[in-house]
Structure formats: C-alpha cells, structure tokens
C-alpha cells in the first residue's frame, strides 16, 4: 500500500517534510502555489493507506511512515540498496551428505547452494531459519547457530549480490522425505567429499569446513569471490 501510494511526487514530498520534523501543521506541509484541493487529495491518500496520522491540526508519520522513511538514504531520501539478510541452512543427513539446492533461476543460474532464503521483517533469527527450512524442504529439526558471513560476488567488475547470513547446523534422519517446497530450487543430497562436483556456489564449501573446523564456535567472516 505504501508503495503505491508513494509513487507520486507530492506524496513522497509531504512523507520527507514529516521525516525532518516531529509534526506539522498543514500550512508547513502545503508548498507554495499548490491549490488545497489537490494538495488535500494526496494528503488524504496517505492516512488512508496508515503512512501518516493526524492528530488536532498536526500532522506526523504513523509507524508505517516511520518504517518507509528509515530504509530512505539521508541525502537523496530514495530506498537504499543494501545487502540482503538471510539465513543459510547446513543439513547434514547422517551419512555424511549435504542437502543442496540447484538454482533454476537467475542469477546463478544452474549453481548448487546450501538452502537459504531472505528473513522477513520483525521476524528473529530462529523463527527465521526454522520457517525456511520447512518452507523450502518440508523438513524440521533443532538448529543450532554456527556463525555469520558477509558473502560479496562480483563479475566482470560489478557486484551481483552482497548478503549477510545467519548461518544454522542441523541434522536429520536418515530416508526423512524431502518436499521441494520451491520451484525456482532442485533439492538433492551431496556426498560430503564430492561437494566440488556439483558446481557450488560460491562460499558454500567454505561454510561447510568453517562448521567441520570450528565444532561448538562461532564463526564470523567475510568472503569475496569473483565470476568470470
């Protein structure tokens, strides 16, 4: 809602004037030489869509309003590309295999990761890494936090995806059925020893080892690759 609602330029216009004041009145939000009517119109749109609140004859944002505007770069006050949050899952199944996901969309596509997926917003790490687990696999088991990478790919001089990843160990049983709960991924078992075969994606074989050689610690590190 809020997206559409911003899309024009007065709105976007009175949500910026709010951003740099605790409240204001409609006089201190109207710009010079726009007729009330059309100013109220915009106005109007955004308490209905929950972006402002109005309280007497003051205006300021409403939560919704104070989320937009801190994803907002400070000097150009557009949304700030950033790095993706997500939650990277190492499954092990007990007989030394990983559980992997062939991309079947871009980018990368045709590489094998470990199982992942963006945290949505207000949610905790843990509810986070459990619900991509059963989303993606239709599996479930105790996960246990193993650390945090800042994973940077680039090719031919230019980054394609910058993320910072919560990363959770688990393992389950042996024959437990997997569900392919998503369509954009190809889930399959790696032997532990043949992980280099399956074209991983970058990073992928290094959270493996740090998890082999760090049993019990926490990890934080930062990885860069580049494609060709």
Not at 7 to 19: A, V
Not at 82 to 98: C, E, M, S, W
Not at 142 to 159: A, D, F, T
Not at 210 to 227: D, V, W
Request: aromatic letters at 8%.
């Amino acid at each position: 809602m809020a997206e559409r609602s911003l899309d024009h330029h007065i709105q976007r216009d009175i949500i910026i004037r709010l951003s740099l004041a605790e409240n204001l009145r409609f006089s201190d939000l109207k710009p010079t030489g726009l007729e009330n009517n059309h100013f109220m119109y915009h106005l109007k749109l955004l308490i209905k869509d929950g972006l402002i609140r109005k309280d007497g004859n003051l205006y300021s944002l409403a939560p919704a309003g104070l989320t937009y505007v801190d994803q907002l770069s400070y000097k150009k006050r557009r949304p700030r590309q950033q790095p993706k949050i997500i939650a990277i899952l190492v499954i092990n199944n007990g007989k030394d295999q990983y559980l992997l996901a062939r991309r079947r969309v871009q980018p990368y596509f045709g590489y094998a990761m470990l199982p992942s997926g963006k945290q949505h917003f207000a949610e905790s790490p843990f509810d986070h890494a459990a619900r991509e687990l059963k989303e993606k696999t239709g599996l479930s088991t105790e996960l246990k936090k193993c650390g945090y990478v800042n994973v940077k790919i680039s090719g031919q001089g230019q980054v394609i995806s910058h993320v910072a990843a919560h990363v959770f160990s688990g393992r389950i049983k042996s024959g437990s059925e997997i569900k392919q709960g998503d369509e954009r991924f190809e889930l399959f078992w790696q032997d532990s020893g043949k992980l280099g075969d399956a074209k991983l994606m970058p990073g992928s074989a290094e959270i493996v080892e740090l998890i082999k050689t760090s049993p019990g610690q926490i990890f934080f590190e930062s990885l860069e690759y580049s494609l060709p």
